[in-house]
């Protein structure tokens, strides 16, 4: 491989540089490459979907703390006008059972999928986005006694309803023994449930954006802390990541002035295909992804940002650049005297993956925190591929899982899949999902290599690896 001759950073970046540099120092000193660690054990892939030769995209995952032998996983079919594929575990990932025919009143044209659950009740959801006249939301709850779905329920045309969609679930504020669900959608608007998500009890929907704010809302993800606390994190499509929250006795029930988690490095347009800072034909959102501590408060933050580029001048002339994309993260200590998500205590960024000497990619991050205060990361990562190359239209990735036992001082990773090769088939989701229980951990991600694999041509299918810690 030939060795790129020159490096160059943005100067407005330099400072952060700084920083990322000294954070990749502490991942790299903290790096663990075993499968078996700290009491951890990471099982061999497996297939989730059934089988189908539909490509599979866009995935997202829940488990229930109470029984985390029970986990749902979801996905796009990439199909004409998009279908949803739901699978359901009850035995710790032994096997894995497709729901979507069973799931009565999914409405066609689903997709974006998303899961819930709750920590306190170990109740599951499911649900997504739907076109049509008009548009709407849809969502389901797993039925543990009857090991199905109730009937979906929709939610059709509610203000601003766009993709991408996303839930989120946990007490109602101030009220520790009670449930509400999130349904969070579009540029930032946000709706919710107190009965479980069932027809006719979703109130009308609020703009996370503080009345004043012009600042835009992309991908908002709720997250509901254990005193109810409602936390959506969103980007606004520039370089700011932003904590838009409403805590208990907030009346009325709107977000306060929007908080600064931190300042990217770099931006591009969340459309764009073929992004020159990755390789393949597909879009990457910079989204950020955020989690709650389920006891004491603490907020987590991880999104993938642009390091460094490094340039050269072919013979041919002109300027050819590669950028490095790392993922990064942040959090909001609940010390004593401070609310969690003070613009004064989110720590200084820092790179949680491993060293990638070549200017390799890390994306589609997804952040979890478990029961016992554990942080588990899913990304997708190309290093070893040779794909230095940002423009090459075809991308060789894999999933790798990082987790830290000690409130993210030290993080150690693992690559979960062979590398796999996306044959130039263009949009592959805008991210990655997880479900994490003290117990077990469910990464759920695509690759066209792995056991029982569509075969031939490669198909790309839905896989997860299970990984167990001892209690």
């Not at 409602?230 to 409403?246: A, C, F, H, K, P």
């Not at 389920?294 to 390091?307: A, E, S």
């Amino acid at each position: 491989m030939t060795a790129l001759p020159c490096f160059t950073a943005l100067r407005r970046w330099q400072p952060r540089f700084l920083v990322g540099r000294i954070g990749r120092l502490a991942s790299a000193i903290g790096l663990a490459l075993s499968s078996v660690s700290s009491g951890q054990t990471i099982g061999s892939q497996q297939r989730v979907d059934a089988g189908t030769m539909v490509r599979c995209t866009e995935t997202a995952a829940a488990c229930a703390p109470t029984n985390p032998n029970t986990a749902v996983a979801a996905w796009n079919y990439d199909t004409p006008g998009s279908t949803i594929g739901v699978a359901v575990t009850t035995n710790g990932g032994v096997n894995w059972a497709e729901h979507t025919t069973l799931i009565s009143g999914l409405p066609a044209g689903a997709f974006d999928p998303t899961a819930a659950s709750d920590v306190r009740t170990g109740e599951l959801w499911v649900g997504g986005y739907y076109q049509g006249s008009p548009s709407g939301l849809w969502v389901a709850r797993w039925n543990a006694a009857a090991n199905s779905f109730f009937p979906a329920d929709l939610y059709p045309g509610p203000t601003g309803i766009a993709h991408p969609v996303m839930l989120g679930a946990g007490p109602q504020p101030g009220l520790p023994n009670t449930t509400r669900l999130y349904f969070a959608y579009g540029d930032g608007w946000l709706t919710y449930s107190d009965n479980l998500g069932a027809a006719g009890t979703w109130q009308p929907p609020i703009h996370v954006i503080y009345p004043g704010q012009n600042l835009g809302a992309h991908g908002p993800l709720p997250r509901v802390g254990p005193n109810g606390e409602l936390y959506v994190v969103t980007w606004d499509e520039q370089l700011g990541i932003w904590l838009n929250r409403i805590l208990p006795g907030s009346t009325p029930f709107q977000f306060e002035p929007p908080i600064l988690i931190t300042q990217r490095l770099d931006t591009w347009s969340w459309a764009a295909f073929h992004n020159q800072r990755f390789p393949g034909w597909y879009r990457v959102p910079a989204r950020a992804f955020l989690a709650v501590h389920p006891t004491n408060g603490t907020l987590y933050c991880v999104y993938f940002d642009t390091t460094r580029r490094i340039c050269h001048v072919p013979p041919e002339g002109g300027t050819v650049c590669n950028y490095d994309v790392d993922v990064w993260f942040t959090k909001s200590p609940a010390e004593p005297g401070q609310v969690p998500g003070d613009p004064n205590t989110w720590t200084p960024p820092k790179i949680i993956n491993g060293p990638d000497n070549v200017p390799y990619d890390q994306f589609f991050s997804w952040i979890e925190c478990d029961t016992a205060g554990k942080l588990h990361v899913l990304y997708y990562d190309n290093r070893g591929s040779g794909q230095y190359d940002d423009w090459q239209g075809a991308a060789n990735i894999s999933a790798y899982y990082a987790y830290s036992a000690d409130d993210g001082t030290i993080w150690h990773e693992q690559q979960l899949c062979p590398l796999w090769n996306d044959y130039f088939q263009g949009f592959n989701g805008d991210y990655l999902g997880m479900a994490a229980s003290s117990t077990r951990v469910y990464p759920v991600y695509m690759a066209t290599t792995g056991p029982g694999g569509t075969q031939p041509p490669p198909n790309q299918d839905i896989y997860t690896n299970v990984i167990v810690w001892q209690p």
